[in-house]
């Protein structure tokens, strides 16, 4: 399996295809509905953003982040954000993580701004987590597990769910993903009495 790197380029994107497996490595930031919002509410208002989105990566997620030490990080369901997505693609945004189909006229957009929807396993938020090297609090800390992190990821696991060139993987792939559901190797949850490895701390 290829690996990619943060910050993606255009010519990458290109060649990504629909149901194409990949490892992710580099810089990716954390956001779900509220960040969201509060994102948009500042991009109206012409205040500064906590980062540039230009050309990064956003993972839908709200880690679970305890004592300044990082548990479980799965993705959250990608359909609640899709309402903010042309917006985030517009300031610059190249691609989304997250789990679940998208709705219908998200294949449009990526189209149009030439970007990528990753899929990654949901239910196994300690697998991804070992994924994580390094991971620091950026923005709107007053949102709680909602805040944007920025994490630096390495061998992060992906499949492309829709391609730039707005090829669905629902659609070609109708009832068959069973990707999206944890490998064999991973783990049991950061947070059970199973789990063998401590939280990573925060990176400050």
């Known amino acids: 399996m290829r690996k990619i790197f943060t910050p993606l380029t255009k010519e990458v994107i290109k060649e990504l295809k629909v149901g194409e497996e ?48 990082l548990g479980s990080c799965g993705p959250t369901s990608s359909l609640r954000m899709d309402k903010f997505l042309e917006e985030m693609l517009r300031e610059g945004v190249i691609a989304t993580i997250g789990k679940g189909r998208r709705a219908f006229w998200v294949k449009e957009m990526l189209k149009k701004y030439h970007g990528v929807y990753f899929l990654t396993y949901g239910g196994c938020g300690a697998y991804l987590r070992e994924k994580v090297k390094s991971f620091k609090l950026v923005g709107f800390p007053e949102l709680g597990a909602e805040a944007i992190y920025e994490f630096y990821v390495e061998e992060f696991p992906l499949i492309v769910g829709i391609d730039c060139y707005g090829r669905d993987i629902y659609a070609e792939h109708s009832g068959s993903m069973q990707n999206e559901k944890c490998p064999p190797e991973a783990p049991p949850e950061v947070d059970s009495p199973q789990a063998k490895d401590p939280p990573l701390a925060e990176k400050m």
Not at 42 to 67: A, D, H
């Open 22 to 69: 990949v490892f992710l490595e580099g810089r990716i930031y954390t956001a779900r509905d509220r960040t969201h919002k509060k994102l948009i509410e500042l991009w109206k208002k012409k205040e500064k953003l906590p980062f540039s989105l230009r050309n990064e990566v956003i993972y839908y997620c709200g880690p679970n982040i305890k004592n300044k030490k």
